[in-house]
């Protein structure tokens, strides 16, 4: 499977955890998003990575958020002390970037339960 | 905040041809118009996309009107495994930096 894998698929937590998604993106992908969508709703723009650059951030991701592309490839997006208004699913999409289509490709998501 | 206006919810029959309608009215002159769905418990699709032509692939169609404020997403024989939420979406730039989705149209397609 050469598309976009997120893990894990679904997480239960407690409030006050700490929890981490993996994105890993289509090879050769340079540009690397993260969203989050609850239900009922479109999925929401978080930030997005161009190479390891974090080039936007959404004024929804709060300083209990932190996403990382530390090498260009694979990302990561904390979350610590979650609460309970965090249960969502988390989407990361990857696109080529200059030259591409304006295509993204997403993940399966990962959801979050936050009890 | 999204730039378009979808209807909450439409039903097609199997095997008719499914028009879903978006007004993007505020569109700028290098703003893309881009179709995306998301079926049950999975991430979004990429559909289909278009500046000022009417544009067709193998999934779909998109008219868009010659003043650019709507478009249409035609799916040209609706099956069962069409039904999914439709997403009509403006971005800037062709090599978008992001998508800002709004909330789409439910397709419910029935036998």
């Known amino acids: 499977d050469t598309g976009v894998s997120q893990d894990p698929r679904h997480k239960i937590t407690k409030r006050g955890q700490n929890v981490t998604f993996r994105c890993d993106p289509i090879?050769?992908?340079?540009?690397l998003y993260w969203y989050r969508q609850t239900l009922g709703q479109g999925p929401e723009f978080l930030t997005y990575f161009q190479n390891e650059a974090q080039l936007e951030k959404s004024r929804l991701l709060s300083d209990r958020f932190s996403a990382e592309r530390p090498k260009g490839s694979f990302s990561t997006l904390e979350i610590q002390r979650t609460e309970q208004g965090d249960s969502a699913m988390y989407l990361c999409?990857?696109?080529?970037?200059?030259?591409?289509?304006?295509?993204?490709?997403f993940g399966e998501g990962s959801r979050l339960t936050v009890l | 905040d999204a730039k378009t206006t979808q209807p909450p919810s439409m039903d097609c029959a199997e095997g008719r041809a499914a028009n879903l309608p978006c007004n993007h009215s505020t569109i700028s002159g290098n703003e893309y118009v881009y179709w995306y769905r998301q079926i049950h418990s999975q991430g979004p699709q990429y559909i289909i996309h278009?500046?000022?032509n009417n544009e067709t692939n193998e999934m779909a169609s998109l008219i868009i009107t010659e003043d650019r404020k709507s478009s249409t997403l035609i799916l040209p024989h609706a099956t069962l495994r069409d039904t999914a939420v439709y997403y009509c979406?403006?971005?800037?730039?062709?090599?978008?930096?992001?998508?800002?989705f709004g909330t789409g149209t439910r397709l419910q397609v029935f036998p």
């Open positions: 090879s050769e992908h340079n540009r």
């Open positions: 999409a990857s696109s080529p970037g200059l030259g591409g289509t304006g295509e993204l490709f």
């Open positions: 979406i403006v971005s800037e730039s062709y090599n978008t930096d992001k998508l800002i």
């Open positions: 278009g500046l000022k």
